[in-house]
Antibody, heavy 120, light 107 residues
Framework: QITLKESGPTLVKPTQTLALTCNFS??????????VGWARQPPGKAPEWLAF???????RYSPSLQTRLTITRDTSKNQVHLTMTNMDPVDSATYFC????????????WGQGLLVLVSS | AIRMTQSPSSLSASTGDRVTITCRAS??????VGWFQQKPGKAPKLLVY???TLQSGVPSRFSGSGSGTDFTLTLSSLQSEDFATYYC?????????FGPGTTVDIK
């Protein structure tokens, strides 16, 4: 079955770079139509889509965060990485990685989420 | 960016009630909408995609409808496990955007 799990720091200081890893199993990111993405959700608010990486290594980013985000993959390790530069307290949120529903940019399998706090 | 709005923002209902949640897009998105259910401390769960297609394993009491700019999620007979927050999301174009959510709680 498909599983995903996020890892990374739970506390970062303002201006630092956040580096997150998504370890997944049950699918191959080399297979046609497959994608993995990231979303975040501040407490009590709606999810916000951040980025996608697809089977062909195409990448898509949220325009409002594009200059700060980088998404990469390591298919040999079944990992997807997300970095976000210049972190600010408003970036405090639960960060999720998730599997793309084939044929649609919707997340059908999600990780458990990682709560990241940005504070000095 | 396409803006998604939802109404109501919250509602109180009893088990067995029929519940309808509305989602509106700021422009025509065809049928490119999905619906998610989220419980506290958990990741969202995909319920419906392509506006009206039930995701595998989702109970048939859930249904979606609509096209263009107006969409609805209906729960035909509310069960105790359905008390949660529901979000719509458009995937017509980037950036992908979610609605603000509708919380369904116990009356």
């Amino acid at each position: 079955q498909i599983t995903l799990k996020e890892s990374g720091p739970t506390l970062v200081k303002p201006t630092q770079t956040l580096a997150l890893t998504c370890n997944f199993s049950g699918f191959s990111l080399n297979s046609y139509g497959v994608g993995v993405g990231w979303a975040r959700q501040p407490p009590g608010k709606a999810p916000e889509w951040l980025a996608f990486i697809y089977w062909d290594d195409e990448k898509r980013y949220s325009p409002s965060l594009q200059t700060r985000l980088t998404i990469t993959r390591d298919t040999s390790k079944n990992q997807v990485h997300l970095t976000m530069t210049n972190m600010d307290p408003v970036d405090s949120a639960t960060y999720f990685c998730a599997h793309r529903l084939r044929g649609a940019d919707l997340f059908d399998f999600w990780g458990q989420g990682l709560l990241v706090l940005v504070s000095s | 960016a396409i803006r998604m709005t939802q109404s109501p923002s919250s509602l109180s209902a009893s088990t067995g009630d029929r519940v309808t949640i509305t989602c509106r897009a700021s422009q025509d998105i065809g049928s490119y909408v999905g619906w998610f259910q989220q419980k506290p401390g958990k990741a969202p769960k995909l319920l419906v995609y392509a506006a009206n297609t039930l995701q595998s394993g989702v109970p048939s009491r859930f249904s979606g409808s609509g096209s263009g700019t107006d969409f609805t999620l209906t729960l035909s007979s509310l069960q105790s496990e359905d008390f949660a927050t529901y979000y719509c999301q458009q995937y017509h174009s980037y950036p992908l955007t979610f609605g603000p959510g509708t919380t369904v709680d116990i009356k």
